[in-house]
T-cell receptor, first 116, second 111 residues
Framework: GAVVSQHPSRVICKSGTSVKIECRSL??????MFWYRQFPKQSLMLMAT?????????EQGVEKDKFLINHASLTLSTLTVTSAHPEDSSFYIC????????????FGDGTRLSIL | SQQGEEDPQALSIQEGENATMNCSYK?????LQWYRQNSGRGLVHLIL???NEREKHSGRLRVTLDTSKKSSSLLITASRAADTASYFC???????????WGAGTKLIIKP
């Protein structure tokens, strides 16, 4: 159980393009979803936390107008990288969590974004 | 922000040997979790240990927690080539279920 599907797995596009990444919890209701960015050989960097039906909470230094997050339902959150540039190239990972402080996060398989 | 530090940063051992990874953290916690990440993939939850627990087992995994030293260790016994991955510890941050991640240990099991 507790499967999170992230799509697409890889995106290659031109500079200036906006890219949408979807994160779905397939068999549970995700009260909270998290979006991370991971640079090569580094740990996860939390970008934002989103709760269903409310605005996402962004970490310091993350531009909310650049990385638009929508959490419209208990099973779907999207991250849109607007007007992407080469420096936005990275590995983006979502995770979803149910209720309770002892509930682990369940991760999608990540999206490799490459901006040319 | 990262508060966890893991050591070693990288560990290479022969198949069949035991692998031990350590994690230290800075603030008080409610629980500590260990995750595994295969190259280019998402993370998989391995085990959660509560702050009032000292040791926990799951299959070939053994996790210890020493809250007085603010440290945890993950032991993988009888390692297999398939255990090759990066391992991360994470501690709870606040009531919003956010996690603070360690830097990770890259484990390579040589067949």
């Amino acid at each position: 159980g507790a499967v999170v599907s992230q799509h697409p797995s890889r995106v290659i596009c031109k500079s200036g393009t906006s890219v949408k990444i979807e994160c779905r919890s397939l068999d549970f209701q995700a009260t909270t979803m998290f979006w991370y960015r991971q640079f090569p050989k580094q740990s996860l960097m939390l970008m934002a936390t989103s709760n269903e039906g409310s605005k996402a909470t962004y970490e310091q230094g993350v531009e909310k107008d650049k990385f638009l997050i929508n959490h419209a339902s208990l099973t779907l959150s999207t991250l849109t990288v607007t007007s992407a540039h080469p420096e936005d190239s990275s590995f983006y990972i979502c995770s979803a969590s149910g209720t309770g402080s002892l509930t682990p996060q369940h991760f999608g398989d990540g999206t490799r974004l490459s901006i040319l | 922000s990262q508060q966890g530090e893991e050591d070693p940063q990288a560990l290479s051992i022969q198949e069949g040997e035991n692998a031990t990874m350590n994690c230290s953290y800075k603030t008080s916690i409610n629980n500590l979790q260990w995750y595994r990440q295969n190259s280019g993939r998402g993370l998989v939850h391995l085990i959660l240990i509560r702050s009032n627990e000292r040791e926990k087992h799951s299959g070939r995994l053994r996790v210890t927690l020493d809250t007085s030293k603010k440290s945890s260790s993950l032991l993988i016994t009888a390692s297999r080539a398939a255990d090759t991955a990066s391992y991360f510890c994470a501690t709870d941050r606040d009531s919003n279920y956010q996690l603070i991640w360690g830097a990770g240990t890259k484990l390579i099991i040589k067949p």
